[in-house]
């Protein structure tokens, strides 16, 4: 019932692409995508909710084929900033607000 | 406006004595959630309320854990007699929940550790 998240973690220099993904087993009605940084609490990045729906900000993209009960997280030219785990939560149906998250994605970015 | 409020953010106690975690959420905000995160688990949810009512619980450990919602100001999370795996990072979560799905989000957390 846990999404899988691949790969567990990345290692980038500032400036490279990372591409995260998540697949879920069930049928999903939404993907919520969120970064947490150490010590620190997730912080919401985007929800998608439709299937095929795109949707982004800055340099942090992300798709969601429902078809294919996945999601995958873009990040394009890193920063430092964007160092930290990224976590998928998905949900099965529509309104339950029940979200099963992903065991996580560790990113690191050096200059 | 003020985020999630969590407290304690550190807690240290023995086994056997019982705990309490208090949450207050994002004004109007309708839907609660109880995380709890470990680094075998992952993150898991405990238990969620939406207007002070609780809808899920199945993520509850055992009966151990309790956890009640009096009002839209408050909720806590309580464990007796604690053990020491129960010792994690405590997570509380408020959403707007108007009709689908919204954001979750979370407070600082309360890291428990049970010796």
């Known amino acids: 019932q846990q999404p899988v998240q691949s790969p567990q973690a990345v290692i980038l220099r500032e400036g490279e692409d990372a591409v995260i993904n998540c697949s879920s087993s069930?049928?999903?009605?939404?993907v919520h995508w969120y970064r947490q940084k150490h010590g620190e609490a997730p912080v919401f990045l985007m929800i998608?909710?439709?299937?095929?729906e795109q949707k982004g900000h800055d340099k942090i993209s992300a798709s969601f084929n429902e078809k294919k009960q996945q999601s995958s997280l873009y990040l394009t030219a890193s920063q430092l900033s964007y160092s930290g785990t990224y976590f998928c939560g998905t949900e099965g149906v529509q309104g339950a607000q029940k979200l099963v998250f992903g065991q996580g994605t560790r990113l690191t970015i050096n200059p | 406006d003020a985020g999630v409020i969590q407290s304690p953010r550190h807690e240290v106690t023995e086994m056997g004595q019982e705990v309490t975690l208090r949450c207050k959420p994002i004004?109007?905000?309708?839907?609660l959630f109880w995380y709890r995160q470990t680094m075998m688990r992952g993150l898991e949810l405990l238990i969620y309320f939406n207007n002070n009512v609780p809808i899920d619980d199945s993520g509850m450990p055992e009966d151990r854990f309790s956890a009640k919602m009096p009002n839209a100001l408050f909720s806590t999370l309580k464990i007796q007699p604690s053990e020491p795996r129960d010792s994690a990072v405590y997570f509380c979560a408020s959403s707007l929940l108007a009709g689908g799905t919204d954001t979750q989000y979370f407070g600082p957390g309360t890291r428990l550790t049970v010796l």
């Open positions: 004004s109007g905000h309708n839907s």
């Open positions: 998608l909710l439709k299937g095929g």
């Open positions: 069930k049928a999903l009605y939404s």
